[in-house]
């Protein structure tokens, strides 16, 4: 077997020159543009993962804000219902205080009208007492009782000053003597037992009151003296009245 030493020469030189053609006109090209393509992926990598960064950034700046949210709505919650407590007891105290002021006065109210009506009740008993005892005294006018009446003026008449008698006696108007009934007969002794008390003789004029019930009272202008059952009924109306 021959061995052709100058075909395997020239095989070797069309290897080498292929080689560098290859590595002149693929592999560079292929390599930059491997490595074009790294970088660009990297590059990718590099956004895509400051994407991510931010990303979680602003996931933890929401779950904060959340979470603030959550704080605030629970403090604002928990505020208004302490107002709100503070309020509805504020108003339970305002609804109890009024309930206790409208019972006060509606017991003051029922107190005084139980109170006018008391007095009212027991002013009409006395009225009523007092009506029944005027006509009962009716019945028991006598000339016994008109002569204690008469007593008792006399007595009354001698109580009053000499100053005051004298002008009694010196009234140019005269003195009235009022009696429940007509004195008739014992007019005269009646006026001469004035006189005597008075100790003058004045100008006495007799006047008939059936409401005096019975007795004898002296009146003039300026003076009455009271000596009758209606003026001891009005003092005993007044008593009740003011011990009401």
Do not use: Y
Request: charged share 25%; aromatic share 4%.
């Amino acid at each position: 077997m021959t061995i052709d030493f100058w075909g395997l020469g020239l095989q070797a030189v069309n290897v080498l020159i292929l080689i560098w053609l290859l590595s002149r006109l693929f592999w560079r090209p292929v390599a930059g543009a491997i490595a074009r393509r790294q970088d660009e992926s990297q590059a990718i990598m590099d956004a895509a993962h400051a994407a991510q960064a931010k990303a979680d950034t602003a996931l933890e700046e929401v779950t904060r804000a959340r979470a603030d949210i959550d704080a605030e709505r629970d403090t604002v919650l928990a505020k208004a219902s302490v107002e709100a407590e503070t309020a509805a007891k504020a108003a339970r105290g305002a609804a109890r205080t009024k309930a206790e002021e409208t019972i006060a006065a509606a017991q003051a109210t029922i107190e005084r009208n139980t109170e006018v009506a008391r007095k009212a009740n027991a002013t009409q008993a006395s009225d009523l007492s007092l009506d029944i005892a005027a006509k009962l005294l009716e019945r028991l006018t006598s000339p016994t009782v008109q002569t204690a009446f008469l007593t008792l003026l006399i007595e009354a008449i001698e109580k009053i000053s000499a100053t005051d008698r004298a002008a009694l006696v010196a009234n140019p108007s005269g003195i009235e003597i009022v009696s429940a009934t007509d004195l008739g007969t014992e007019r005269e002794a009646l006026e001469t037992a004035i006189c005597d008390a008075l100790g003058g003789t004045p100008s006495l004029h007799f006047v008939t009151d059936p409401d005096l019930i019975a007795g004898l009272e002296l009146r003039s202008a300026h003076f009455v003296l009271h000596n009758s059952w209606q003026a001891d009924l009005a003092r005993i109306r007044k008593a009740v009245k003011d011990a009401a």
